[in-house]
């Protein structure tokens, strides 16, 4: 299966061998025989702030310290010029301690918090709309003939999907190349891990597109735009508060990518039209998802 | 569209001509034509436990009522004989205040929480694993039959899915009869709608199967066994986790259920082998669900 496959220009991708990430369960088909499948590993991770406790996630447990600090960079906990002094991941614990100089924005609004209700939960929401006011987006052009490409290739890549189902991608592209593909039984987990690989590395954002398998909800919409990445992809579908937060923020939203059809809703004046539709290929049924829905 | 498909037999069914839940948004489509196109619509609501604000969901809207419940239910914070004096939905506020008498568990949890760490996030995972531990499902048969009949008549029932695609359903079943059918964008709303509408109307659950679009992950089952729910049965697939808790605490898991295909990780003892697959239909690619992956 690898042989005819390029996994080429990848700096991460996703790795369906990792005995860590999947495990093989026994069970009986429709017909009552036996059958083993494959099936993706869920751990939970509980993420702490310095001293703070933050959020448990389930995630299947690859590239914790990305996770930590791509939540609380979307979260909008660490700015960002912040200094993270550590991430220490323990596997035993299954914790993520994320140590920065000082007090960060959070805590203070924690502290107020706490005073008035108790607990943060319900702001979470809010402050990720309030860290949207000051994002404006680069007018990135956008070539459907890198769209289809990009496409192309993720469909083709080995995966946890194609090993396992069950669990969502999300990968950081640059042009017709994808950069980096992460997985993850929840897709907001996929997208943090690369917010926190790209705040790691100093990676640019205004250059980029993101590529998701999953739907373009508020909450992806938010994550992208707090990323500072100007297009947003999808074989999925639209919610009517994504596309208004898109519009909003000048980020170019495309959905429903499969084959040669798409939608764009948000940004198509930014859609270069170099490609003839026609002439690409539609999606085999090997390559349609079938097994990630939810 | 309507004239061939049965609706009868539903309590609650998806209502896709409700103008409240979905929006027309214009955009371009591969070929630069303008085109329309019917997208979900998604709105927060906050959910308070009498004084206390607990969380903020992002949801399609429609029974807030039955969602708040379903949730505090869901959370343990509810205890199931816990009287409930009022709901309070206010749509302008985009609130749901659940009042019961005196003080709920969950208080006195948070007040303890607060004193040590001032977050009651990392708890709400932790404490729905705890209310598991009493936890035992009744040994229901499952026949083979029935399965097919319900995927069969839930692929075909009007639902906003089928409308504008990008939205999760879940169905509370008794034998071959879909019950309540409820969507929503986060696959957790439609299940937590539906614990809330067994909640408010003293339905049993030992006799019942619950049918979802979305993943058997460690959440689902836990919810699914937390409403007393013992057969979970889904068209995707499994994770790890979901799997070992379904066989710690005896509910019957069937997933991958597409035409006459489907696997069962769990509780196989309970299935009664009454239908011939190869006489079963396989899923055209009508009723195929492309759109509501995430």
């Known amino acids: 299966m690898a042989g005819n496959i390029d996994r080429e220009g ?3 991708a996703p790795d369906p061998t990792a005995a860590r990430l999947t495990r093989a369960v026994e069970g009986v088909d429709h017909d009552g025989n036996r ?19 933050i959020v448990t996630a389930m995630t299947i447990g690859d590239y914790p310290e990305y996770l930590a600090l791509g939540f609380l960079r979307n979260q909008g906990m660490l700015a960002p010029g912040e200094t993270v002094r550590g991430v220490d991941y323990d ?38 709309m309030e860290g949207l006011e000051g994002v404006t987006l680069p007018a990135l052009e956008v070539k459907t003939s890198e769209l289809y490409a990009l496409a192309h290739r993720i469909n083709r890549t080995p995966s946890l999907y ?26 907001h987990n996929a997208v943090d891990k690369i917010a926190g690989w790209m705040f790691s590395e100093g990676v640019s954002a205004g250059d980029k597109l993101l590529y998701t ?39 170019t939203l495309i959905g429903r ?3 040669r059809r ?33």
């Open 162 to 187: 194609l090993e396992a189902g069950a669990i969502h991608g999300t990968v950081l592209c640059q042009g017709a190349r994808p950069l980096v593909y992460m997985e993850d039984v929840g897709r």
């Open 262 to 294: 798409f939608v764009c809703l948000a940004g198509e004046e930014r859609l270069l039209r170099d490609a003839d539709p026609a002439s690409v290929e539609e999606e085999g049924p090997k390559h349609r998802r079938k097994g990630a829905e939810g």
């Open 91 to 128: 596997e035993e614990l299954e914790t993520v301690v994320v140590r920065t100089d000082g007090q960060t924005s959070y805590e203070e609004k924690l502290r107020k918090k706490t005073r008035t209700s108790g607990c943060a939960v319900g702001t979470v929401f809010g402050d990720m």
């Open 35 to 53: 059958t083993e499948i494959r099936v993706v590993e869920e751990r939970p991770l509980t993420i702490f702030l310095n001293a703070q406790e």
């Open 213 to 251: 398998t999953g739907r373009l909800t508020s909450e992806m919409v938010i994550k992208t735009a707090m990323m500072g990445i100007p297009v947003l992809a999808s074989r999925s579908g639209f919610t009517a508060w994504g596309v208004e937060i898109a519009r909003q923020v000048g980020l």
């Open 257 to 259: 990518m499969r084959g």
């Open 10 to 12: 990848y700096l991460i």
